[in-house]
């Protein structure tokens, strides 16, 4: 994920994150691991990305310690990509970019919701409970659902149905699609 | 800023967020927008961005209602670039990315810090002020300043030299360097 030598001159802590997360699919990517989403083939269905693309971004997300690869599957060995504690720490400024789509950039509002799993109120704008107060609240206790005032994009893989009902926040998706 | 047909399918609000900024350059003029820079060289010179590149992304960053274009000058005719109401809502979403950053992508830590301009206290993680409570910070609200840990990258461009010292975030940058 090089990104030219003048960007590199940008000497700052905002240029060093997007050097990281800034192409244009890594943060999706991130996005659909904080879903829940560990396996190849579900990141491959639900982002609707060229195979090739996807391999070097996972590979540049694990080599930037933002994603870690643990086995699923012993034979044939199978990895998932699972958020690294680092990665868990961008939750706050993706939860707040997606926000700020939804308000400006989403004709319609946004079509999910979140909500703390604890009590049920929807976070505020900063990603904290109105109800519990607090910091924001982190994505483990974190519960999305499909926002009622959208109708849901007719869309058939694994991921987008799962997301259709309730869904804790890193709880694996995959399973579930792999039950049915 | 189009992002390929693939991309258009992530109909979710993060992804429309970041079809306006998560070009690679674009999330940079912006934080440069913040700093207070206004003026098509001024961009270009401190972010040694090809200039094709910027024309580009600046009218992006218009179209997409981000930025606005304003006259500072009647004969020739020449416009600057502020932030409109919502491209200023980006400020927490920025900040937040650039304090991840910070913490695990740049060694050494942040080049710039910064604080509440009403009290002085540093911000925390979050944008907001520990010592007056409330929520995040509102941009035009807050001073950077370098960070004394930091030895600062030897950079003679006047948004560089500019951003040596204390700085208000949104005070224009380009009438000091103009003085000069």
């Given amino acids: 994920m090089a990104l030219g030598t003048d960007y590199e001159l940008q000497d700052c802590a905002l240029a060093r994150a997007l050097e990281v997360v800034g192409e244009r699919w890594s943060l999706l990517i991130v996005r659909d691991a904080f879903y829940g989403v560990q396996r190849f ?5 639900h982002l609707g990305i060229p195979r090739a693309v996807l391999t070097a971004r996972l590979n540049a997300l694990v080599a930037a310690g933002v994603l870690r690869k643990e086995p699923y599957q012993q034979a044939p060995l199978r990895h998932g990509y699972l958020l690294t504690d680092a990665g ?3 939750w706050p400024p993706l939860y707040l970019l997606s926000r700020w789509g939804g308000r400006h950039a989403t004709p319609g509002g946004p079509h999910h919701l979140f909500a703390h799993a604890a009590c ?5 704008l900063a990603g904290a409970c109105p109800h519990c107060g607090g910091p924001a609240v982190p994505a483990a206790e974190v519960v999305m659902r499909p926002n009622p005032g959208r109708s849901a994009a007719p869309r058939t893989d694994p991921v987008s149905r799962a997301l259709a009902r309730p869904h ?13």
């Fill in 41 to 45: 083939n579900d990141f491959l269905t």
């Fill in 88 to 90: 868990l720490e961008l």
């Fill in 120 to 124: 049920g109120t929807d976070l505020d």
């Fill in 168 to 180: 804790r926040l890193l709880e694996p998706i995959a399973s579930a699609a792999d039950a049915k």
